[in-house]
């Protein structure tokens, strides 16, 4: 992904005029494609409207809103008295007597939940005959909201076939995802958090970044699967969000406690709480704090019948994490096993409820020969609750614990990162072309083992 540094935030007036103006074209004029219309036209841009609804289009060309949205009206008003905005039923007309598309059709959902993507190849099809007799560049931008694959598998090998032309050649693709909330639309558009580009070629991403040239946010350029599944992730962490306040609020009530007080402190540490903090895919969490008291909400909630479903399923979750790290280590088929990190988390020795000790004994139950290398945990120097937990889960740890890393590479066929706080360039000098590494911690790429068999756990 390619950070791209903040463009300058011109205004002219009420019109949030641009100065590199564009002629583009919007294909759906509902809610997405009339807001994006209309705050097009606002920064000057010369924009024309399609769709099948000669009611939608016929509002658009007197200078009403297809849609009711806050300040949509006036910037259509606006834009049409400037000559700026205009709409059409015919796809040939917006499509000749303009540079950029823009799909904006809906994606609904069917009763089964899956995506219904219906209107999306039919009006690729239109436009890729329009660009079949179309000397000019074109540049085709998808909006709607769609799943992982739709660019690549379905609107560009459509807008190939129907056109007879080439995607990099005679016609370019981006994926463009709206982040625009109902009510706030406008304001949302004008002013983004940030602004994604999904491409194939740079060149194509250039052609939108000149649109987009008054954005006040950051602009991300990335691949087209990237862009498509960003938009997924933001409504799915708010939908979490959401649901979890409102589990939150239903037990504190239930407790006779003041969630406006609790929710107020906890939105307040933007260290953690409110952050990038903990959101890297990477193994399971353990330890000797969120297990423990995970459940202790959740059994305090059946105590007063109580069904939190979000809580509930946070163990599961994280027990099915687990599970895809022993899978991943026994679908090797091999059975010498170098495990590199066995406490909970990296410069501690604490291994209460560590996944790496789960692993390691579920590994030992299949049979695997294990050693484990860990620079801070020492079976003679474990004391306390600590030693007790790993008595009762592995009591022949200490026969596992190698102080040596080389010499317990050498003996193991595949090797599993479980901690940060291993030396890339000391594990690199040891590592074997033939070697495969299990990837649990997510390190970073320049810091990853160059090995041909390297994976990791989720991604």
Not at 117 to 127: M, S, T
Not at 232 to 260: I, Q, R, S
Not at 433 to 459: F, M, S, T
Request: aromatic content about 6%; glycine content about 8%.
């Amino acid at each position: 992904m390619l950070l791209l540094p903040k463009a300058p935030f011109s205004r002219n007036g009420n019109s949030f005029i641009d100065f590199m103006s564009k002629a583009v074209s919007i294909f759906g004029l509902g809610y997405v494609g009339s807001v994006t219309a209309a705050c097009l036209a606002a920064k000057g841009h010369s924009v024309t409207g399609v769709d099948l609804s000669a009611s939608k289009v016929a509002a658009l060309n007197a200078g009403r809103s297809p849609v009711v949205e806050p300040d949509v009206t006036e910037l259509v008003e606006q834009a049409h008295k400037a000559s700026r905005l205009r709409a059409t039923t015919d796809p040939a007309e917006a499509v000749m007597q303009t540079d950029i598309t823009f799909l904006c059709v809906g994606t609904p959902s069917l009763r089964s939940g899956k995506l219904d993507l219906g209107h999306v190849e039919p009006v690729c099809r239109e436009i890729g005959q329009v660009l079949k007799h179309k000397n000019a560049f074109h540049l085709v931008v998808l909006r709607s909201t769609v799943l992982p694959g739709t660019a690549e598998n379905i609107v560009i090998p459509v807008l190939e076939q129907t056109s007879g032309k080439r995607m990099g050649e005679d016609f370019g693709a981006c994926v463009n995802p709206e982040f625009m909330r109902e009510g706030t639309a406008v304001s949302d558009f004008l002013e983004p958090a940030m602004t994604i580009i999904g491409a194939a070629e740079t060149s194509h991403a250039a052609r939108l970044r000149e649109l987009y040239a008054w954005v006040p946010g950051r602009i991300l350029e990335t691949s087209f699967r990237s862009a498509e599944m960003v938009k997924y992730v933001c409504n799915t962490w708010h939908a979490l969000k959401v649901a979890f306040a409102n589990e939150v609020g239903a037990l504190a009530k239930a407790l006779h406690v003041d969630a406006e007080d609790v929710t107020e402190i906890f939105t307040t540490d933007n260290k953690l709480n409110i952050s990038a903090s903990y959101l890297k895919p990477g193994f399971a969490f353990g330890g000797s704090c969120l297990p423990k008291d995970v459940r202790a909400l959740g059994y305090r909630a059946k105590e007063l019948d109580l069904r939190l479903p979000l809580f509930e399923s946070i163990m599961p979750s994280n027990d099915e994490h687990l599970r895809r790290a022993i899978e991943m280590v026994l679908d090797t088929g091999k059975k010498n096993i170098a495990v590199l990190g066995l406490s909970f988390k990296p410069a501690t020795d604490d291994l209460r409820e560590s996944p790496q000790v789960q692993l390691v004994k579920h590994l030992l139950g299949e049979g695997c020969n294990l050693k484990i290398w860990d620079e801070n945990v020492s079976f003679g120097r474990l004391i306390g609750s600590n030693r007790d937990y790993i008595e009762r889960t592995i009591p022949h740890i200490g026969s596992l614990l190698e102080n040596d890393l080389g010499q317990i590479l050498r003996d193991a066929d595949v090797v599993v990162i479980g901690t940060r706080g291993v030396a890339c360039d000391e594990l690199q000098k040891h590592l074997r072309p033939d070697h495969v590494v299990v990837d649990l911690v997510n390190l970073e790429k320049a810091r990853r083992p160059a090995v041909a068999n390297y994976e990791g756990i989720c991604w």
